[in-house]
């Protein structure tokens, strides 16, 4: 699944005014805080290809689509749906359109009462997650995305690994969840994992889980391998402080953290359950910590990050001044709301600054991350974004604005705000 569980730290939102940016800019000191995503891009000059703006490209080519639609490039396909976003929608539509013409070659409808949360790619198809509008059980649907011809169903909420396989999430407050491993060229189950109450966690690596961590109410924690459900080891960690579930149980750089003493929580080693660190939870309930390129990031209510050594729990760097971050390739990405910047995850010291850009794209290909930036005379400037290299690219001008856009490698797909998508012929 191209999209599922993605890496993506609360990215946030950054408003423009109608300016024409340089697409070069010198390099600015960063601001403090969150460092990792500012730091890294403010320290490195950004010299944007193509700096003259390019000339406008071919008439688009409208498809309907409600505001806040999903949509995704997939197999020469866009394909749209309501989605949970959606405004005055049902949510029960998912078409296929052919790019770059635009031309619908199908429609799938969900039951009556079920609405679309979300479209992801999964071993060549394409696979729609929808939930009924009462009580009951996600449900993930896998078309042939060229015909929309379902393959296969399979309730849950689905989890793409690293290793191309596809999990799925039945969660149950009493205890009695599940999580399962499917084919995904057939749908067979391949073997199943009761859920403990408080859910799972994965280890992650670039290209999703690689192992699933279970821990149980009495302190048990059992890893498993996430291709073949094989148990890799299992141990302890004190019991939960309430004897029903733990509050909190997380799987970050490497480190198990679970609540201990109530306002704190301790990190232990996945590999050896070994204690490593503890640190109060502050404000309670108002934290939340997040992997930052082998770092621990920690996030609150207010804004920015503290990055923690996961060895120690000791503070490395702190910055105030970023809405968001998201690793990628090594590196962070931060979103400020003035601009894009690449920091070295280690030290929150900027690497390079991209400029003044609004990124979009991380639902549709991380490798084809787009930025946007508003232009005089009502116009877009789109740049295809390479994190790994500190370089933007210039795609297209575009007339009007847009929400959000996805880049197929020949054409630009865009959703207007209001609603409405187009398709913009732009070449590789």
Not at 253 to 282: C, H
Not at 346 to 368: E, K, N, Q
């Amino acid at each position: 699944m191209a999209a599922a569980v993605s890496p993506v730290i609360e990215l946030g939102e950054m408003r423009h005014g109608d300016e024409a940016d340089e697409l070069a800019r010198a390099p600015l000191r960063p601001p403090g805080r969150l460092a990792r995503v500012a730091a890294v891009c403010c320290v490195a000059l950004l010299t944007l290809a193509g700096a003259t703006s390019p000339a406008r490209p071919p008439a688009g080519v409208r498809v309907a689509a409600p505001q806040g639609a999903v949509f995704l490039v997939l197999a020469g396909r866009l394909v749209v749906a309501d989605g949970p976003g959606a405004v005055g929608q049902g949510g029960r539509v998912v078409t296929g359109h052919r790019l770059p013409g635009g031309e619908p070659v199908w429609r799938f409808i969900l039951p009556a009462g079920d609405h679309v949360l979300g479209l992801d790619a999964l071993a060549g198809g394409l696979l729609v997650t929808s939930s009924p509008a009462g009580a009951g059980d996600t449900v993930s649907t896998l078309l042939d995305p060229v015909t929309g011809v379902v393959r296969w169903r399979q309730t849950g909420y689905p989890v793409s690994t690293a290793s191309g396989g596809v999990l799925f999430e039945t969660p149950r407050a009493s205890g009695k969840g599940t999580v399962l491993a499917v084919d995904p060229a057939s749908g067979a189950v391949r073997w199943s994992l009761p859920l403990p109450t408080n859910g799972v966690s994965y280890r992650m690596d670039d290209g999703g889980p690689t192992q699933i961590v279970l821990v149980a109410p009495d302190g048990r924690v059992e890893v498993h391998d996430a291709d073949s459900g094989a148990l890799v080891h299992a141990g302890r960690v004190p019991p939960a402080t309430d004897r029903l579930s733990y509050r909190f149980t997380q799987v970050v750089a490497d480190l198990l953290l679970v609540d201990g003493a109530p306002g704190t929580v301790t990190a232990y080693g996945l590999d050896q359950l070994d204690r490593r660190w503890s640190m109060p939870l502050e404000p309670p309930g108002g934290v939340w910590f997040v992997e930052c390129a082998g770092m621990v990031c920690v996030r609150d209510q207010v804004g920015g990050v503290r990055a923690l050594d996961p060895a120690t729990g000791r503070l490395s760097w702190v910055d105030d001044s970023w809405l968001g971050l998201a690793p990628i390739g090594g590196r962070l990405l931060g979103v400020g709301p003035e601009e894009l910047s690449v920091l070295d995850p280690a030290t929150g010291h900027p690497v390079t600054r991209l400029g003044r850009w609004r990124p979009t794209g991380f639902g549709s290909d991380p490798i084809r991350l787009l930025g946007l930036r508003r232009l005089p005379g009502d116009r877009t400037l789109v740049g295809a974004l390479d994190v790994a290299a500190g370089e933007v690219r210039t795609r297209a001008v575009l007339p009007g604005s847009w929400n959000e856009c996805a880049d197929s490698g020949t054409a630009l797909v865009c959703l207007r705000p209001s609603g409405g998508l187009m398709i913009w012929p732009v070449g590789p």
